[in-house]
């Protein structure tokens, strides 16, 4: 039983395209998450919703849009790629928004821009 | 704000050797501290972490960290290294009282462990 996965695994796409990555959890938990890795491996946060709303908006181009249909599904849509889009994208999960929580990783996305 | 720094981007030990990867973090008020393992190609798994009380906190395979707040330190520390230990190793901050769960990273250790 995977806890938070990740759709696709791997995503190869041309500079302009427009993409999304879908995130599911099965945890019940309440509050979800969208991660960055670069090439040099270092995790920097882009968006967190808490039941559906958005809670968190670090400073991402608005190129990339989340969605949460529901407390269990965060997708991130990424229109007119480029080639620095290029990453490891994680989304994450936690039973509540609170700053001792431990949050849950997926697999990871790697999308690489042509 | 809060910042963590680990101390050397890889760490290199031999099988059954002592294992010790440091991490020193930033924080304004109390923070809570995590460490993680992500291995090739896969997500972060939770090693252990700390909120509040005993300072010296167990996790999962043998791992453990000591929170020392006069040193501002959370090194991650295991009597032994196996070969299944190497992997990529992050530790992470949360601060108390910011309302939200906003882990900050360092830039991860990579762990290499030789027979």
């Known amino acids: 039983d995977t806890a938070v996965s990740q759709t696709p695994k791997y995503l190869v796409t041309q500079m302009g395209n427009d993409k999304s990555i879908k995130c599911e959890q099965n945890l019940g938990h309440d509050t979800m998450y969208w991660y960055k890795q670069d090439s040099k491996k270092f995790l920097k946060i882009m968006f967190s919703y808490n039941n559906k709303e958005l809670i968190i908006n670090e400073t991402v181009p608005n190129r990339f849009s989340p969605k949460s249909p529901d407390k269990a599904h965060l997708n991130l849509h990424i229109n007119s790629l480029e080639l620095g889009d290029s990453a490891v994208y994680f989304c994450a999960s936690s039973q509540e928004a609170r700053e001792r929580e431990t949050q849950y990783f997926g697999p990871g996305t790697r999308l690489l821009v042509l | 704000a809060q910042s963590v720094t680990q101390l050397g981007s890889h760490v290199s030990v031999s099988e059954g050797a002592l294992v010790l990867l440091r991490c020193n973090y930033s924080?304004?008020?109390?923070?809570?501290l995590f460490w993680y393992v992500q291995y090739p190609n896969q997500g972060l798994q939770l090693l252990l972490k700390?909120?509040?009380?005993?300072?010296l906190v167990k996790g999962i395979n043998g791992f453990e960290a000591e929170f020392k707040k006069s040193e501002t330190s959370f090194h991650l520390t295991k009597p032994s290294a196996h070969m299944s230990d190497a992997a990529e190793y992050f530790c992470a901050v949360s601060e108390a009282n910011s309302g939200y769960s906003t882990l900050t990273f360092g830039k991860g250790t990579m762990l290499l462990v030789s027979p």
């Open positions: 700390y909120t509040t009380g005993a300072t």
């Open positions: 924080s304004s008020v109390p923070p809570y």
